[in-house]
C-alpha cells in the first residue's frame, strides 16, 4: 500500500491521462495505451490503473489504500497525424520514471517538452512521388509512365502537406488530394504520354493507402478492444471512401470511363 494523499492521486491520474492521450492522438496501439499507462501508474505509486479507451475519449482510474481510494478522469482526444516518434518519446519516459524514480513533475515537464519530429518538406514529397514511381515501375510502367507518377504523386503529396498545415479536415484533405493525383495521372492517358495509362493513375494515388489504421483496428480487435477496432476501422473506411470520390470526380470532370 502507498500512503499518497487524495490531492496526490489526483495529480498522478492527470499526469497518467496526458500521456495516454498523447499516445492515442498519434496512433499507439490500443493495448500498449494500456500498458503504458498501468506502468507509469505503478511507478509514480498507485496500486493500480484501469483504462477505458473510445476512439474519441479516454476514461481513466487511478486506486490506492487497497481500492479504496479512487481517482477518474476524463479527457477527450483529437484527431491528429500518425506519429510514432511521439509514442517513443512518452514510452522513453515511461522507462526512465521506473528506473530512475522520477517523481508526477518530471512526467509533466516531459510530455511539454514532446514535439514532433518533422522531416523537410521537399524531402517528403521526393521521396513519396518516387516511392510511387517505383512501384509504378515494379508493376509493369512503362518510363514515361514512371515520370508522370512521379509528377502526380510529388504534386499530391504538397497538396496534402499544403491542407494539413491549413488544418483542413482529414476526409475532405484526402478527396482533393486523390481529385489532384488523378487529374495530372490521366494525362498520361488523354495524350497518349504512356502505354500503361491504367498503371501510372493506379499508382499515383497509393500514397492515400490508409494502411497504418487499417493494421491497427485489426490489432485492437484481436486483442479484445473492440470499440477501439472498429472506431479505427471506420476512420480508414471512410479515409478510402473519400480516396474514391476524388478520383471519381476527376474522371467525370475529363469524361474518361476509368481505369
Given at each position: ?6 490531492e ?15 499516445m492515442?492522438?498519434f ?14 501508474g505503478?511507478a ?41 516518434s ?20 518530471y ?28 512501384f ?9 509512365g ?13 497538396v ?62 484481436v ?21 474514391s ?15
Open positions: 500500500m502507498n500512503n499518497i494523499t487524495y496526490e492521486q489526483t495529480k498522478i491520474t492527470r499526469a497518467i491521462i496526458k500521456a495516454a492521450v498523447l492515442l492522438e496512433g499507439a496501439e490500443s493495448k500498449l495505451i494500456e500498458d503504458t499507462a498501468q506502468r507509469l505503478r509514480l505509486g498507485v496500486d493500480s490503473v484501469e483504462v477505458s479507451l473510445i476512439p474519441s475519449a479516454i476514461v481513466l482510474s487511478t486506486l490506492n489504500n487497497n481500492q479504496t481510494q479512487s481517482v477518474t478522469t476524463t479527457r477527450r482526444a483529437h484527431h491528429k497525424p500518425i506519429n510514432m511521439i509514442v517513443c518519446d512518452v514510452q522513453k519516459m515511461c522507462i526512465d520514471v521506473e528506473r530512475e524514480k522520477k517523481d508526477v513533475d512526467v509533466f515537464n516531459t510530455i511539454k517538452e514532446i514535439q514532433p519530429n518533422h522531416y523537410n518538406r521537399w524531402l517528403v514529397v521526393f521521396m513519396v512521388g518516387l516511392s510511387c514511381a517505383s509504378s515501375y515494379l508493376y509493369g510502367a512503362d518510363l514515361n514512371f515520370f508522370i507518377t512521379f509528377l502526380a504523386a510529388s504534386v499530391a503529396m504538397y496534402r502537406h499544403v491542407l494539413a498545415k491549413k488544418q483542413l479536415v482529414l476526409i475532405i484533405s484526402f478527396g482533393i488530394t486523390a481529385f489532384v493525383a488523378t487529374l495530372i495521372a490521366s494525362t498520361s492517358q488523354i495524350f497518349e504520354l504512356s502505354s500503361t495509362p491504367n498503371i501510372v493513375m493506379t499508382s499515383s494515388v497509393i500514397l492515400l493507402a490508409p494502411g497504418f489504421p487499417f493494421v491497427n483496428s485489426v490489432l485492437d480487435a486483442k479484445g478492444y473492440l470499440s477501439m477496432g472498429w472506431g479505427r476501422w471506420m476512420q480508414a473506411l471512410l479515409l478510402s471512401v473519400a480516396t470520390i476524388g478520383i471519381i470526380l476527376a474522371f467525370a470532370l475529363l469524361s474518361m470511363r476509368g481505369w
